[in-house]
């Protein structure tokens, strides 16, 4: 069983920066598929960026592509999200997800098998 673990969230001023953590265990890291999804309010979950089990490719939605990246580093079984100029709409509460196999390139939430807890974002205007 994969325990995935994030933090790094809080408030934000509209510009700021964030940068989430997701730490994994129970599995070789490094045999993961790693990604993170986001859910505000009233809305559905929705794919943010994904990452492949190397750290050799990388994915991330149109919305928040050029402010956003993930990255990986497998020898501390880490996710990173890192949020750049944070807008209001991207209030929501992140989630780190896991799966063993490779995702689609838009995955949807039920590809991933294995999910965090998620941590709070808010940014204000």
């Known amino acids: 069983q994969v325990q995935l673990v994030e933090s790094g969230g809080g408030l934000v001023q509209a510009g700021g920066s964030l940068r989430l953590s997701c730490a994994a265990s129970g599995r070789t890291f490094g045999s993961l598929y790693m990604g993170w999804f986001r859910q505000a309010p009233g809305k559905e979950r929705e794919f943010v960026a994904r990452i492949s089990r190397s750290g050799g490719s990388t994915y991330v939605t149109d919305s928040v592509k050029g402010r956003f990246t993930i990255s990986r580093d497998n020898a501390k079984n880490t996710v990173y999200l890192q949020m750049n100029s944070l807008k209001p709409e991207d209030t929501a509460v992140y989630y780190c997800?896991?799966?063993?196999?490779?995702?689609?390139?838009?995955?949807?939430?039920?590809?991933?098998?294995?999910w965090g807890q998620g941590t709070q974002v808010t940014v204000s205007s």
């Open positions: 997800a896991a799966n063993d196999v490779s995702p689609s390139v838009v995955p949807a939430p039920y590809e991933y098998r294995y």
